[in-house]
């Protein structure tokens, strides 16, 4: 069973410029949530997808918006970058759209840096 | 607004030592609360789920227990190994998100 896969694991992007950050769901996981992770602190809740629809939202601005596939993989798209959003992003999936009985599989990461 | 805290920030033990992290919620309403691991670098490695209406769960070497009521919970961890060293993240789910604490780093050392 193929776990989540993330890519790229690094980027490196200017400040004002745009970026999309991909995912692959675990096998049979129709649920997508992606996570902010600066360093030292935990990682917040940016928004979750579920069959393609848009299922709960963080307090992010705009600029941080999402796709979900009908095989559901999803993007995470930042536009207008700001040096705050140097962090690492997790995407996590999960069979269960509750989330109630089923922890979070997650991916190892994409480490985006704004300079 | 939930909030998530763990204590302590930072633990140093020797091999073998048994040893308690704490997490504690500012918000009883929730569904389940949850602990990971996350190495260097890594993802998140869910270790234990304890739904709202359980006490305890347990696997191998840890024991995760859970007060709702108090807003408290704690991981244990049996006969620490070198390799348990990374970052414990407790996170409760509200909703359908998480809200996670800032984690409790952990070197045991050999």
């Known amino acids: 069973e193929t776990g989540v896969t993330q890519s790229p694991t690094h980027l490196i992007k200017t400040r004002g410029q745009q970026v999309t950050l991909r995912c692959s769901s675990q096998?049979?996981?129709?649920?997508v949530s992606w996570y902010q992770q600066a360093l030292g602190q935990g990682p917040q809740f940016i928004f979750q997808y579920y069959r393609e629809e848009e299922n709960g939202r963080g307090n992010f601005p705009p600029r941080f918006s999402g796709l979900q596939f009908p095989n559901y993989s999803s993007e995470l798209n930042v536009n207008a970058l700001e040096l705050d959003d140097s962090a690492l992003y997790l995407c996590?999936?999960?069979?269960?759209?509750?989330?109630?009985?089923?922890?979070?599989?997650f991916g190892n990461g994409t480490r985006l840096t704004v300079t | 607004k939930q909030e998530v805290t763990q204590i302590p920030a930072a633990l140093s033990v020797p091999e073998g030592e048994n040893l308690v992290l704490n997490c504690s919620f500012t918000d009883s309403a929730i569904y389940n609360l949850q602990w990971f691991r996350q190495d260097p670098g890594k993802g998140l490695t869910s270790l234990l789920l304890?739904?709202?209406?359980?006490r305890e769960q347990t696997s191998g070497r840890l024991n995760a227990s859970l007060d709702k009521s108090s807003g408290r919970s704690t991981l244990y961890i049996a006969a620490s190994q070198p390799g348990d060293s990374a970052t414990y993240l407790c996170a409760v789910l509200g909703g359908n998100k998480l809200v996670f604490g800032a984690g409790t780093i952990l070197r045991v050392k050999s």
């Open positions: 996590a999936s999960s069979p269960d759209r509750l989330l109630h009985n089923s922890p979070l599989h």
């Open positions: 304890i739904q709202s209406s359980q």
């Open positions: 096998s049979g996981h129709n649920t």
